[in-house]
T-cell receptor, first 116, second 113 residues
Framework: EAGVAQSPRYKIIEKRQSVAFWCNPI?????LYWYQQILGQGPKLLIQ????????DSQLPKDRFSAERLKGVDSTLKIQPAKLEDSAVYLC??????????????FGSGTRLTVV | KNQVEQSPQSLIILEGKNCTLQ??????????LRWYKQDTGRGPVSLTI?????NTKSNGRYTATLDADTKQSSLHITASQLSDSASYIC????????????FGTGTRLTIIP
């Protein structure tokens, strides 16, 4: 089974520039999550999609962050304009509610963003 | 407020030695607790998942324990290897459906030869 794919792996941008991250979840996983992980901290949920609808975006800084999940499959996360404090690893995860186990809740390798 | 606290924050041990990482949580309701291993620059990888009715689960040299009454969990690593160097994150979920995970800040484990 292919894992959660993310790109790019690394990105360095100047503050006030914009950046976009892409995520392709595991096939058939209805739920997709974007997390922000600052160095030395645990991941913080930014947004959760169920198919192509938003379930939870309460911690998404909506003045600069946006995310979409077209057709309930791939997703993109955008930051515009970026700030220095946005430097972090952005993790995408997907899960399925079918079956006994939770439920292939799987993380991608992440995109490491450095804002200079 | 739902919280997951882990200790120690960091740990250095010699290769071949055993170690135990601790996790205390205040998440309620409680459905399951997971331990993840996160290598530097990579996403977290699941090691074990336990529901409230399970008090131990093993995955190779990793053994997790859970005491749902005291809301404590531990991860024991036996015969450590250099490849065990990573961050270990304790994660608690209130349900199996619409997952709303609460993450600990992790324990940074370094194995030295």
């Amino acid at each position: 089974e292919a894992g959660v794919a993310q790109s790019p792996r690394y990105k360095i941008i100047e503050k006030r520039q914009s950046v976009a991250f892409w995520c392709n979840p595991i096939s058939g996983h209805a739920t997709l999550y974007w997390y922000q992980q600052i160095l030395g901290q645990g991941p913080k949920l930014l947004i959760q999609f169920q198919n192509n609808g938003v379930v939870d975006d309460s911690q998404l800084p909506k003045d600069r962050f946006s995310a979409e999940r077209l057709k309930g499959v791939d997703s993109t996360l955008k930051i515009q304009p970026a700030k220095l404090e946005d430097s972090a690893v952005y993790l995408c995860a997907s899960s399925s509610t079918r079956g006994r186990e939770p439920y292939g809740y799987t993380f991608g390798s992440g995109t490491r963003l450095t804002v200079v | 407020k739902n919280q997951v606290e882990q200790s120690p924050q960091s740990l250095i041990i010699l290769e071949g030695k055993n170690c135990t990482l601790q996790c205390n949580y205040t998440v309620s309701p409680f459905s399951n607790l997971r331990w993840y291993k996160q290598d530097t620059g990579r996403g977290p990888v699941s090691l074990t998942i336990m529901t409230f009715s399970e008090n131990t689960k093993s995955n190779g040299r990793y053994t997790a324990t859970l005491d749902a009454d005291t809301k404590q969990s531990s991860l024991h690593i036996t015969a450590s290897q250099l490849s065990d160097s990573a961050s270990y994150i304790c994660v608690v979920s209130p349900n199996f459906g619409n997952e709303k995970l609460t993450f600990g800040t992790g324990t940074r484990l370094t194995i030295i030869p």
